[in-house]
């Protein structure tokens, strides 16, 4: 246990924040730091075919160790932390046997980690945490899923009588600013199919995520001094207000669960003569979602037509682009892939929680770029903010995981 706890610190103290705002790959100069040190860490295990690219995409392989065919598969971690809450100076505090009480984070800033608000906390009692102290995020988010990783090899290395076949390790940068799979190089990595290691609690096997657009819609209007604006001034927020409005009735993501859809205004910035309203798209049927999008432009359609005379070209200007797509339609014709993961989990008496991602995962771009990948559990909680904490037991079971579907994938029967 310790050596996990230990392997985990040493990653989440290196500052691996990425950023949006950055054009370059990886986003941010230091995601090297902890690059570099998992290419060293890879090749100290014993991986063998180490490599790290000119954008930080790391990957290796444990190389079979049966006679007959066996699928190659691979498992996928990402090393920078989110922008939205600082990775700077992470100080884990390591809780052992965790009482089920308040965990006082930050006694000078009175920040506390309770059960009452988190509720999840108490299925951990007797288990070892670790937090934050309260002044940044910890990074479980997804170091945990690189600790699980490296820690699987590393057992699968020492036990040469588990039998598997070839495992394929990538690690990469800027998952959280939506560009980790960007740069993946699918046909490098050589696989039949991965998982990557970066869902939350014990159990969860994700392999449905969101169809997702974004909206950009651009409202013109005419300044006229109001004293003299009748019948002649434009006011494009007010038109923005409506289209707001005729956007149908509680499909936002504060009204919305499981497989509902939504549409999700994000950004609204205007004046009289321009107002940009900014949206988001989401719904796990392809169906549901070619609708949504066809709304929108109905309803810029129906503005256009209203203000056709007054204003002699289109009042509104709505944009839509494609995001990303439910992996579902890749994964749903290898099902054996999450089979496999469920299976294991079973067999190590983990009950498996499968529900649908409202949200995107790398997984789901790489299923599109012709590497079918579902999500497994990291075990952390809370994640992108100051309550993030991973208890070590759960770190230990997707590790048990790991090795698990690299076990029932090289019987012959698992093909
Ligand atoms: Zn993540």
């Known amino acids: ?58 990957m290796a392989t444990l190389p079979s160790n049966v006679d007959h065919d066996v699928p190659t598969i691979g498992f996928i971690s990402h090393f920078d932390t989110t922008p939205d809450f600082t990775g700077a100076n992470v100080k884990p505090q390591v809780i052992s046997n965790y009482d089920g009480n308040d965990i006082v984070l930050n006694a000078e800033q009175n ?9 999840d906390l108490l299925q951990y009692k ?51 600013i939506g560009r ?29 995520n969101f169809n997702a657009a974004g909206a950009k819609i ?37 009204e919305t669960k499981g497989y509902e859809g939504f549409f999700h205004v994000h950004h609204l910035t205007g004046s009289i003569e321009e107002t940009v309203l900014e949206l988001i798209i989401r719904d796990h049927s392809k169906k549901k979602f070619t609708k949504r999008k066809e709304l929108i432009a109905k309803i810029a359609q129906k503005f256009n037509k209203k203000f056709a005379k007054q204003f002699g070209e289109d009042i509104v200007i709505a944009e839509v682009k494609d995001q990303y797509y439910n ?17 294991a989990m079973k067999e190590l008496g983990i009950k498996p929680i499968i529900k649908p991602i409202r949200g995107g995962t790398d997984g789901c771009q790489l ?38 579907i690299a076990e029932l994938t090289a019987k012959p029967i698992a093909k």
Not at 111 to 119: H, V
Not at 371 to 382: D, E, K, R, S, V
Not at 389 to 394: F, I, L, R
């Open 327 to 343: 992996m579902k339609e890749k994964v749903l014709p290898v099902k054996h892939i999450v089979d496999i993961a469920e299976k």
């Open 1 to 58: 246990m310790q050596h996990i706890i230990d392997r985990f610190i040493s990653y989440v103290i290196i500052d691996t924040e990425s950023d949006s705002s950055s054009e370059t790959t990886p986003s941010t100069k230091k995601q090297w730091d902890l690059a570099n040190k998992l290419v060293e860490e890879l090749k100290s295990i014993g991986m063998k075919d180490v490599t790290i690219d000119k954008k930080a995409y790391i």
């Open 367 to 404: 299923s599109y770029k012709g590497l079918p990948c579902p999500n497994i559990f990291a075990g952390g909680h809370n994640f992108h903010g100051k309550y993030e904490y991973v208890p070590v037991e759960s770190i230990q079971k997707a590790i048990d995981v790991i090795v698990k």
């Open 218 to 254: 651009t409202f013109k209007g005419k300044s006229v001094h109001p004293g003299y604006a009748k019948g002649k001034m434009i006011n494009s927020m007010l038109i923005a207000n409506d289209f707001i409005n005729e956007l149908p009735k509680g499909e936002t993501p504060q």
């Open 180 to 208: 980790g799979a960007h740069h993946f190089d699918v046909e490098k990595f050589g696989c039949d199919w991965a998982y990557t290691m970066d869902g939350s609690q014990v159990g969860e096997l994700e392999y449905e």
């Open 111 to 119: 920040i506390i980690l309770s059960p009452k608000y988190f509720k």
């Open 126 to 176: 007797g288990q070892t945490l670790i937090t934050t102290d309260g002044t940044t995020l910890l990074g479980a988010d997804d170091k945990a899923g690189i600790t699980e990783i490296v820690t699987a090899m590393e057992f699968l290395i020492k036990n040469p009588e588990i039998k598997h076949g070839k495992i394929r390790v990538g690690f990469t940068p800027d998952e959280e």
